[in-house]
């Protein structure tokens, strides 16, 4: 029971379930990061909005100086609204909207990472109409795989994301032909939860191969864009809660063969924010089965889809109790097999109103949370702002 992270007495008068973010850890998450890219002038971090766009969350990273990674023309708002630079906006997707074209070209926002010829003529087209200059990076399929779930991999060439390989020349040449588009640089993102730096490797040295291709035919290439995809320890969060950034980005400057001038992009989500942040439940019902034990807690998988959608593990900790240990499936309300957070877990002996917390659930949790079957979203409360909700 690792209690002490867990203010409990305050916790316990919030209504259940909610996220709650333990704001110092990510400040020094934030802080590791800065510290780690210090001395690369030409490095820049965007944060991936989609793990977590609570705007509480935005401004604290926004505030750390880092800039916006975003896939949707509603991130692109929120991260403006979070005092995120339009500069420093960086805008993927396979699907961009017209609405979502324009509202990154009237904000100016610095680059959009294109995913196809046809994207690139609408881009091209609306950016015309508006009498403006879009910033397109390309992003290409390197075909490599990442040593991860099967949901979160877009590095291969069977996956939806990106431009192939071999269409990587012509369009950078298209593009220098159409009017109102500048061609700033190459964009790669390989997967999620990524913690085999030989995945990373692999993408560095398809990178080089790129350039050195490109070289050859004297196009010049000014940034590069490495994506996101560390990934976090779900099984220790107490003792790995900052991911490993000085192995990650010591990893690209040893094996990414930047150009004189070049700047280096990374998008990171997950490690961010995934470990600042847990749910916290309470149990309802403690339930024999024939063969197990269910400990009933009222939130759901429309809290907390990972375990339903990727078979994800989350670190489950009653945070109330400190009977001896017995075993149980830990599982939601609602009305799917797969509501289940954990099967075979042990844990403190429980009882209804015990307090539980699901752990690294900072990334991808609140922000996946829906309605189905009617339940409200769950909210979230910060560490150092506790005092304000509950007097
Ligand atoms: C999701 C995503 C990221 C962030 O991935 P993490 O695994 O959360 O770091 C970065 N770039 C793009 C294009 C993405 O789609």
């Not at 910033?135 to 949901?151: K, L, Q, S």
């Not at 692999?202 to 560390?230: F, K, M, P, W, Y």
Request: hydrophobic share 40%.
């Amino acid at each position: 029971m690792m209690a002490e992270r867990f203010p409990i007495d305050k916790l316990q008068l919030i209504e259940t379930p909610f996220y709650y973010y333990d704001t110092e850890l990510l400040r020094e998450t934030l802080d590791t990061i800065k510290a780690e890219i210090r001395n690369y002038p030409g490095y820049e971090v965007h944060y991936a909005v989609k793990a977590n766009a609570n705007p509480r969350i935005l401004k604290i990273i926004r505030e750390a100086g880092l800039g916006a990674d975003c896939v949707s023309g509603g991130e692109i708002k929120a991260a403006i609204q979070a005092g995120f630079p339009a500069g420093s906006v960086v805008y993927a997707g396979v699907g961009k909207s017209d609405w979502e074209i324009n509202l990154g070209l009237d904000l100016g926002i610095g680059c959009f990472n294109v995913e196809s010829l046809p994207e690139l003529e609408i881009i091209s087209a609306l950016a015309k109409g508006r009498g403006t200059t879009a910033n397109v990076a390309f992003r290409i399929n390197p075909n490599i795989g990442a040593h991860t779930h099967p949901n979160i991999t877009t590095g291969y060439a069977e996956n939806k994301f990106g431009i192939p390989m071999r269409d990587m020349e012509s369009m950078i040449l298209h593009a220098a032909e159409l009017p109102n588009i500048n061609f700033v640089g190459l964009h790669f993102h390989i997967g999620s939860q990524i913690l085999d730096m030989d995945d990373f490797i692999a993408l560095c040295n398809r990178i080089n191969e790129l350039q050195d291709q490109l070289e050859l035919h004297h196009i010049a290439v000014g940034s590069i864009n490495v994506g996101g995809g560390l990934g976090v320890d779900y099984h220790h969060p107490d003792q790995m809660p900052i991911a490993d950034f000085r192995k990650y980005f010591r990893t690209f400057t040893k094996f990414l063969k930047l150009r004189p001038g070049q700047t280096l992009h990374f998008e990171l989500g997950r490690s961010v924010v995934a470990q600042c942040g847990s749910l916290i439940t309470r149990v309802l019902y403690v339930k024999q089965g024939d063969f197990k034990k269910f400990l009933i807690v009222d939130a759901g998988m429309s809290d907390l889809i990972r375990p339903a959608l990727y078979q994800a593990y989350h670190k489950i900790e009653n945070i109330t109790s400190d009977k001896p240990v017995e075993t149980y499936d830990v599982v939601g309300p609602i009305c799917e097999s797969s509501d289940t957070f954990g099967k075979a877990i042990d844990l403190p002996g429980s009882a209804r109103g015990d307090l539980m917390a699901i752990r690294s659930a900072g990334a991808y949790g609140e922000i996946m949370a829906s309605g189905y079957n009617c339940r409200s979203l769950p909210k979230g409360y910060f560490s150092d702002e506790l005092e304000e909700y509950v007097d």
